[in-house]
């Protein structure tokens, strides 16, 4: 037979905004994920659903970086990609933002099967923040969307089961110190791209796990799954339980039915096949199933409300048509994580692609018989035994060794691989992959010392996991070991210890900044505001004296602290000195959307409220705005009582919830 499976390079050429750099300021406070519901709402859960909801929640996302230096500004710009192809589909992926399969177009009937965003538009989804929308993405870490939605991951051939090609993409997922794969394959005149995930947990302790495929379809469609029941999740932060397809009188499979964004998670019963569907008028659509492991489905809508409708423009090009999400995960809900003890792995098989059904029926008010005939047409184009055998052939080959690497992710995980010595065959981990940021970590593991900055600027990343803690605390305690240590005490809970870490610090350090920071944080956590502030000002003032150009790395800073050090003044009434704070930002810093909005606040403080309107007048965008933030709508409900105007209207729940 002969395999006419390829995989090749490409560039794909659309409007882009810049990631930017990340923030510099280590992220300390507690992560304020929209995904959770009070205690007492799990009273009622399925036993299993309320422990999950309870194990280990993400708390912080440390080590990672919050990459909030975007800006809403496009250009004409490349993407590089790699395309995997046979005679019936092509799927394009992006090597430098997570693996994300950007493109799944079916050949035969000249069709697009995902929502294929017409621009590269970062927006503050990803627990990390910078985020996009569109196409399939992986995953992994906890409950949201991924660290790695605009970071760069491995990419190599490895041969198929079929004996053709396979793509292979790898990471060390950092939130949780997990190393993944994704496979994709096509295998020869298939309609069917198939996709094998493995996760591996290397450590002797258990690890939580989260996994979900996030799919984006054209939302004028009917999503269909195997359920008769699915749990509902608003932006109220409660989550219920709801018939499918109809509650309150509406058929919530529509996505533009429902007026708010939404979640519903379907309820799928044990020994039923997993899969759903997005099906347009004419019963065409995209359909995704999997073996067994991967029990969860859900439904994500934006919702027809002008809230969601902002949303969508926002995360693409207006007048170019919005999306839903059809998901699948581990777990029922996105608010849970599995449990994957130490030392072994998980693994499943999906397939993605493309799937007619009789239209009538699949838009019938007969819910059954949509159901049935979604069923039957799938058997029919991929027999659910043939998925089986396909993850059956699949798995001996994920242990393959890459052949020509493709892409190259980060260093993180060959500095993981070289402390622990871990075997993790099929995703090398190669020592020529570490770079700078894992240089002086390296030099800790080798000597036992962490190494002084040879110049000046904002401190590299810090690890924070148990056994780099340790080494930080046996190292000599220079001033650039106990900033790290402090970071690592601090995430491990132990926020007495970490304070004391860095006031030693201050002692000696040349750069008094970026210790004054991390102390104004413990302030404010303790219910100290007055001293945040004092320190606050105090970093802020060292900074300016220690900046030494106007570089990327010291506008970030500078940027990032002084949002900080305003908000803190702000909220203990320190007007004039939040004003000096403003003042000495760069100017084109004070021009950006955030600080538009900061010094609408600052004005309004100052008692200028129509100074303040005028800001809002005047119009600004936002950036690094949070999914579910409602800063912009509470500020202008200060300025009087007229409705909140439509450009500024990102609300997503209900008014009487907010």
């Not at 791209?193 to 591996?200: D, E, H, N, Q, T």
């Not at 601090?490 to 610090?505: K, L, P, Y």
Request: aromatic letters at 8%; one cysteine or more; hydrophobic letters at 40%.
């Amino acid at each position: 037979m002969v395999i006419v499976t390829t995989i090749r390079r490409d560039v794909l050429t659309l409007p882009m905004a810049e990631l930017g750099p990340s923030n510099p300021l280590p992220p300390l406070r507690t992560l304020d994920e929209l995904h959770t519901i009070d205690d007492r709402d799990r009273v009622g859960l399925p036993r299993d659903m309320a422990r999950q909801i309870g194990y280990e929640p993400l708390r912080s996302v440390l080590p990672e970086r919050i990459r909030d230096g975007y800006g809403r500004e496009r250009r004409p710009g490349r993407l590089d990609t790699l395309v995997i192809e046979n005679d019936r589909l092509r799927a394009t992926v992006l090597p430098g933002y997570g693996g994300r399969v950007a493109s799944l177009f079916h050949k035969p009937s000249q069709r697009e099967l995902l929502y294929r965003n017409p621009v590269s538009q970062p927006a503050c989804f990803a627990l990390n923040g910078a985020w996009f929308s569109g196409g399939i993405e992986w995953n992994i870490g906890a409950t949201g969307h991924t660290t790695l939605s605009c970071a760069p991951v491995h990419a190599a051939r490895v041969p198929a089961p079929d004996g053709g090609e396979m793509l292979r993409l790898w990471e060390w997922e950092r939130l949780r110190d997990l190393p993944f794969q994704v496979d994709l394959w096509l295998p020869d005149a298939s309609d069917f791209l198939y996709v094998g995930v493995r996760v591996r947990n290397p450590h002797e302790r258990p690890a939580p796990l989260y996994w979900w495929s996030n799919i984006a379809v054209p939302e004028e469609r009917r999503v269909i799954a195997p359920a008769e029941q699915a749990w509902h999740f608003g932006y109220e932060r409660r989550l219920r339980p709801v018939p499918v397809p109809e509650y309150d009188g509406v058929d919530r499979t529509y996505p533009l039915n429902s007026t708010f964004p939404a979640d519903y998670f379907y309820e799928v019963d044990d020994g039923r096949r997993r899969w759903i569907t997005a099906v347009d008028d004419a019963g065409d659509g995209l359909v995704q199933t999997s073996t067994d492991t991967l029990r969860g489905r859900k439904l994500f809508v934006w919702g027809s409300g002008p809230g969601g409708r902002r949303w969508q423009e926002w995360l693409t090009e207006p007048g170019t048509g919005g999306y839903c999400e059809i998901q699948a995960g581990l777990a029922r809900t996105q608010l849970e994580h599995v449990r994957l003890e130490a030392e072994s792995d998980v693994s499943w098989l999906e397939a993605y692609g493309p799937l007619a059904v009789d239209a009538e029926t699949a838009h019938g008010a007969d819910w059954d018989a949509a159901r049935a005939e979604t069923e039957r047409r799938l058997e029919g184009v991929l027999p659910r035994e043939a998925v089986d055998t396909a993850y059956a052939a699949w798995l001996p080959h994920a242990d393959t060794e890459p052949g020509e690497v493709l892409a190259t992710g980060s260093g993180w995980g060959a500095l993981e691989v070289l402390r622990a010595a871990h075997k993790l065959p099929g995703t090398p981990f190669e020592e020529s992959t570490l770079g700078e940021e894992q240089a002086p970590w390296r030099e800790l593991l080798r000597s036992g010392a962490f190494p002084e900055p040879r110049r000046a600027g904002p401190p590299g990343e810090s690890l924070v996991a148990p056994h780099w803690r340790d080494m930080l605390e046996t190292a000599p305690a220079v001033p650039v070991a106990e900033y790290h240590l402090g970071v690592a005490q601090w995430h491990a809970g132990d926020r007495a210890q970490a304070v004391r870490s860095w006031e030693r610090a201050l002692e000696l350090a040349p750069s008094l900044w970026p210790l004054l920071r991390c102390l104004a944080v413990a302030d404010q956590e303790s219910g100290n505001p007055e001293r945040a502030a004092d320190r606050y000002t105090e970093a802020f003032d060292d900074l300016c004296r220690e900046r030494r150009d106007d570089g990327e790395r010291w506008t970030a800073a500078t940027a990032a602290l002084g949002r900080e050090a305003i908000e803190a003044l702000l909220a203990v009434r320190r007007l004039a000195e939040a004003r000096s704070v403003w003042e000495r930002l760069l100017p084109a810093v004070r021009e950006r959307g955030r600080f538009r909005l900061i010094e609408a606040e600052l004005l309004l403080a100052e008692g200028d409220r129509e100074a303040a309107r005028a800001v809002f007048d005047a119009g600004f965008e936002v950036a690094d705005l949070r999914e579910g933030a409602e800063t912009i709508g509470r500020l202008w409900s200060r300025l009087g009582d007229q409705p909140l105007p439509a450009r500024y209207d990102f609300r997503m729940r209900p008014p009487s919830s907010a």
